[in-house]
């Protein structure tokens, strides 16, 4: 650590963590109650389950964003931070924000919640991934306002780098968007066609800038490559990603109302979203390969060529597979979308904010890389996450695929319920694939104590 | 590979290729707005009832355990045609007559809708149901 302020990042972290462990808990509950559908019923709904695991997903992701600007900004800029005090506010107002409006989820209805909170004066709730109450929203807008505040004081009084403006692009970016989350028009059709600027243009624009920047920086510190030849590959990846990215939206202009011609736009742009995931993988190994000298820190590397990796596999080929127009008339809201849904995630954004921890957590605490065997407790956890998301991935593929021809691409159509009859045998599968995942996710946590004392120092 | 391409051309790419595709999508998104879709969203028929059914809705979050023109959860039926598939009373009937507590069926709680939510609700789903979609779902079963 150069600067003693990116020590801010290290509560950041902690909390990305412990939500992440609640995401599992709830992603389990749901897949029981796929295939045991009146498991914990009446107290805790499917859809209340759901919208806690994946606005914790979210949130964690943003606290792994965070920590990690926290962390790379300083050192980019080579400055320090701006105001600590005021990352360390912020931090706990996003925290507490965040474990009321989970706690207004699961120990109110969601309509009560709606009603306390005053939703039916600027209604903003009840959309996918949107649900919270307008108070945690503009809680979340404070918050990334008075972050980028703060680090874009801190750039500007320091070194500009590729790296460090990228990143500031894409946060100021993902603030932008995220106003569309307030606009809700009567019309659902265009509340789906804005809502799409949130959710698409988030995680297939402005994250990938922030995904990039993260990917650069770790590389550039764990292989000690020329700056240059990393800013171009940044560049390179973070320019493709936009190009294809921006008019790929219109892969979800599709059905919703708006004309047929987004039909070609749509799968034209986004058949080209997965050259920056390739560009990804290209850059990671070359670099590793020609790496200037060998880090300590093994189990870093692992994560960051895993991101490239997976992150290839989940958002560029689950992604291309059901981007085509005459595809997606068939797959459109399947299982074959939660199955790229979750390999993208996690293969993307959880993997590179948990590629960011590993290299920085040992940092934060003094030392160059943890000790061997907490190294390969971590690599065990690695493989154990990342091969069984493939799992869960392949089953919700194969129930999807099944799910379409019974009831989609035949003359004989069966309804809705009985197919999902037909298909629990791969929910069960998708299930016991996701008890590996937990114990991975147990693994992950033990590698934090493992070998307290004993250190690795360079 | 390194020396073909420069760190300012990608640059250039980056910077020159976002704007250039920003603007793009601006221009394609003033069309669909203000020219295509309100020839396809029949807005006409935007009562009062529609506005308030897509309210409740939302507050019920309806959308966690069902697709709507296929966005949303994948746990229970697409609801945006469901107004073809079922009509409009098997839907009220539906709605009050929650849960089935069919022993491990996937269940869906009793909302305690009014009648003038569930009126509304049902005009939501019917106006919805009539939008443009370019023939989806593929068939009744959504
Ligand atoms: C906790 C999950 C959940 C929530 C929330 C939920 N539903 Fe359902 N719904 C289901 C399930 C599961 C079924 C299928 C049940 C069955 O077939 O036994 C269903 C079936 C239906 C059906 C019958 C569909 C058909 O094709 O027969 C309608 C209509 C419906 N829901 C409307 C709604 C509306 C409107 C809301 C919001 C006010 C809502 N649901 C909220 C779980 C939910
Ligand atoms: C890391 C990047 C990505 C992430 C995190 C991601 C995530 C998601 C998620 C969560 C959904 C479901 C949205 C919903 O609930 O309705 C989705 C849908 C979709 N994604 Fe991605 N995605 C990524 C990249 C891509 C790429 C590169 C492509 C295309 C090549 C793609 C194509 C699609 C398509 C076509 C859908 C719509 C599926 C449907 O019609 O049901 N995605 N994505
Ligand atoms: C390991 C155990 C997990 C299980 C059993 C699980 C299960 C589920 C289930 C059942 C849903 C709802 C699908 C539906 O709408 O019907 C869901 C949604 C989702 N989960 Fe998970 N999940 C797990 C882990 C994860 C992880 C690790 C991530 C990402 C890092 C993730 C990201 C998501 C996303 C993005 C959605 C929304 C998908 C969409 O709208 O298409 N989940 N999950
Ligand atoms: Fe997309």
Known sequence: MKYSSQAVAKPYFIAAIALFVGQIVFGLIMGLQYVIGDFLFPYLPFNIARLVHTNLLIVWILFGFMGAAYYLIPEEAERELYSPKLAIALFWAFLVTGVLTILGYLFISYAKLAEVTGNQFWPTMGREFLEQPLITKMGIVIVVLGFIFNLLMTVLQGRKTAINTVFLTGFIGLAALFLFAFYNPHNLVL??????????????????????????????????????VVEKWLYLIVGTALMSGIIGIGHHYFWIGPPAYWQWWGSLFSAFEPIPFFLMILFAFYMVNHRRHQHPNQVAT????????????????????????????????????????????????????LTMISYAMPKLQGREANSNKAQVTEMWSFWLMTVSMVFIT????????????????????????????????????????????????????????????????? | MAEIVTKSMAKGLYYGGSLFFILVFLGLTFHTISLAIPTRDHRDQLNPAVVAGKLVWEKYDCIGCHTLIGEGAYFAPE????????????????????PTHVTGRRQMPQLNLTEEELNDLVEFLKWSSEVNTENWPPNVEG
């Open chain 1, 302 to 353: 692992l994560w960051l060529l895993g991101t490239a990796v997976m992150s290839f596999l989940g958002a560029g080929v689950w992604g291309f597979l059901q981007t085509l127009a005459p595809v997606n008339y068939y797959t459109h809201g399947t299982q074959v979308t939660a199955a790229h849904g979750h390999l993208s995630f996690y293969g993307a954004y959880a993997m590179i904010v």
């Open chain 1, 191 to 228: 509340d789906k066609f804005y809502w799409w600027w949130v959710v698409h243009l988030w995680v297939e624009g402005t994250w990938e800038l922030i995904l990039g920047a993260m990917f650069a920086f770790v590389t550039l510190k764990l292989t000690g490559v020329d700056r240059d």
């Open chain 2, 79 to 98: 609801l945006g045609n469901v107004y073809k598939r079922r009509g409009g009373e098997f839907v009220k009937a539906w709605i009050q007559g929650q």
């Open chain 1, 394 to 458: 392949l089953f919700l593929t194969a129930a999807g695929i099944v799910q379409v021809y019974l009831q989609r691409a035949t003359d004989t159509p069966l309804p809705y319920m009985t197919v999902q009859d037909k298909i629990a045998v791969f929910y069960w599968m998708r299930e016991g694939a996701a008890l590996i995942f937990t114990i991975g996710v147990v693994v992950y946590l033990i590698s934090f104590f493992v070998d307290k004392k004993e250190r690795v120092t360079t």
